[in-house]
């Protein structure tokens, strides 16, 4: 069966971390069940806003729409699951219950197969979302010309199907399937970081080219002005992911080198927090960094406040 080894692998881990650290999971339980609202509301905030957002490019607007409703689905069911996963093994092991064989081979598979495909996606976004503002700032009198809505939909959908198939490999590889992680987080942060650090040559770049033409045309001057908000406002997304998955890749790293040592693989758990940590905090980015964004954010919470008051 598809999984059964990954799902007894994922179990006899779930069995040592329960039994010596159960404070883990219990941590994991409870930020979880708070955050999966912080999410989902947030993220259902961003998207309405984006969908009316007239001042986000277009190609830019529908990869914003992708990362928010990919960390919606993470809101509503990765992180209310996980929580009651080990909410539940929590207390059966309060109760000094720890036989989980129950939970396989569908449960487990059921809960971390989607959220290792969510959290891929979103992270695969993000660094989709960096190319396009490196795209933006290097190419930018061709960008509209070579980034198109129909090349962007393409994308989209290669991205998505991909990331499939890289959930497939990481629960048909059991006993690589952390090192797999790892070296799709170092590649991707690898690649995003050298994106934005191109992105800021390229930017000073024009500011400097800004200054010292004054017979440079008004368009071109709030074209490039433009540009360099775009790429600021995409790079605290990158900030806020970086935080959020960096983590992640060390505590990796170091389960790859040596997976005997219960810390590390306390840690590796404990870092999955922060991961998706990240969905809750990408549109508190989105509402802070785009004004249009978060005004609209605001008067729909405040119609919502009205209306419930005009209700009562």
Known sequence: MVGAEFCRKKLEELVVVIRLKPITYLSICVLNAIFCFVATLGNLLVIRALWNASSVAF????????????????????????????????HKAASGNFDFDDYCPVI??????????????????????????????SIH??????VTEKRVNIGLVVLWLSNVLTTFFFMELPSHNELL????????????TIAYFRIFQVVRHHQ???????????????????????????????????????????????????????????????????????????PLVYCWRYREIRNIVKNTVKKMFLNRQMAQ
């Open 59 to 90: 190609t830019l607007k529908k990869m914003f729409l992708s990362l928010a409703f990919c960390d919606l689905v993470i809101g509503l069911f990765s992180q209310p699951t996980l929580a009651a996963l080990y909410g539940v093994t929590v």
């Open 108 to 137: 487990i598979t059921f809960v971390m197969a989607p959220t290792f495909f969510l959290t891929a996606v979103s992270f695969s976004l993000i660094a989709a979302i960096a190319v396009d503002r490196l795209f933006a700032v």
């Open 141 to 146: 009198l061709r960008y509209q010309e070579l």
């Open 181 to 192: 992680a790892v070296i799709l987080q170092t590649i991707g942060l690898i690649l995003i």
């Open 208 to 282: 400097n080219q800004i200054h010292d033409q004054n017979q440079i045309q008004n368009g071109q001057a709030m074209q490039a002005a433009r540009v360099k908000k775009s790429a600021l406002n995409a790079f605290y997304v990158y900030v806020v992911s970086l935080v959020c998955f960096m983590p992640s890749a060390l505590a990796g790293i170091l389960l790859v080198v040596d997976n005997s040592r219960l810390s590390t693989l306390v840690a590796y758990n404990a870092t999955s927090i922060l991961v998706l940590l990240n969905s809750s905090l990408n």
